[in-house]
Antibody, heavy 121, light 109 residues
Framework: QVQLQESGPGLVKPSQTLSLTCTVSSGSISSDSYYWSWIRQHPGKGLEWIGYIRYSGTTYYNPSLQSRVTMSVDTSKNQFSLRLNSVTAADTAVYYC?????????????WGQGTLVTVSS | SYELTQPPSVSVSPGQTARITCSGD??????AYWYQQKPGQAPVLMMYKDTERPSGIPERFSGSRSGTTVTLTISGVRPEDEADYYC????????????FGGGTRLTVL
């Protein structure tokens, strides 16, 4: 069973860059079948898709966030990463990594447990 | 941007049927997916491609579509079904390939 695990700082200062990594286990990230995504959830709110990356490095970001988002993939470590720059308190959220399948509009069948990132000085 | 609209809350008694709707202009052209999220947990995929149930999801969960609205139906609701439910889809041209509805809190009375 595929497992995803987010890691990274739980506290980031305003104007700095949020950096998270998702490690995929019991499955290879190097498959053309999947879209690896980051999704966030503000406290007490709904889900917001941030973007996806494929093992080839192809990315697509939510247009509302694309000016601040960069994703990368490290197939040797079976990991993919998120960088969100110029953060504000509005970026405080639980960040999830998830596996989407087959098309860019597919559902997410495996999720990480989520990691809370707080933006505060 | 593109929006999917869900009712904020639905309440039912145990054993009754709960229907959670999700509306969006592009739903006639795009599949819808449903997730269940319990407090402190990651979302779980409950329905894909409108009506398909992933392995391990109880048969009391079903999906349907009618025009610009998709519905998640939970028959014979159990107390453990109390959770937030989110729909997911895309806009017609996939400029927004992943959009979530605002979520519906299902309360089992």
């Amino acid at each position: 069973q595929v497992q995803l695990q987010e890691s990274g700082p739980g506290l980031v200062k305003p104007s700095q860059t949020l950096s998270l990594t998702c490690t995929v286990s019991s499955g290879s990230i190097s498959s053309d079948s999947y879209y690896w995504s980051w999704i966030r959830q503000h406290p007490g709110k709904g889900l917001e898709w941030i973007g996806y990356i494929r093992y080839s490095g192809t990315t697509y970001y939510n247009p509302s966030l694309q000016s601040r988002v960069t994703m990368s993939v490290d197939t040797s470590k079976n990991q993919f990463s998120l960088r969100l720059n110029s953060v504000t308190a509005a970026d405080t959220a639980v960040y999830y990594c998830a596996r989407g399948g087959f098309t860019m509009t597919s559902s997410f069948d495996y999720w990480g447990q989520g990691t809370l990132v707080t933006v505060s000085s | 941007s593109y929006e999917l609209t869900q009712p904020p809350s639905v309440s039912v008694s145990p054993g009754q049927t709960a229907r959670i709707t999700c509306s969006g202009d592009a739903l006639p052209k795009q599949y819808a997916y449903w997730y269940q999220q319990k407090p402190g947990q990651a979302p779980v995929l409950m329905m894909y491609k409108d009506t398909e149930r992933p392995s391990g999801i109880p048969e009391r969960f079903s999906g349907s579509r009618s025009g610009t609205t998709v519905t998640l139906t939970i028959s014979g609701v159990r107390p453990e079904d109390e959770a937030d439910y989110y729909c997911q889809s895309a806009d017609s041209s996939a400029n927004y390939p992943v959009v979530f509805g605002g979520g519906t809190r299902l309360t089992v009375l």
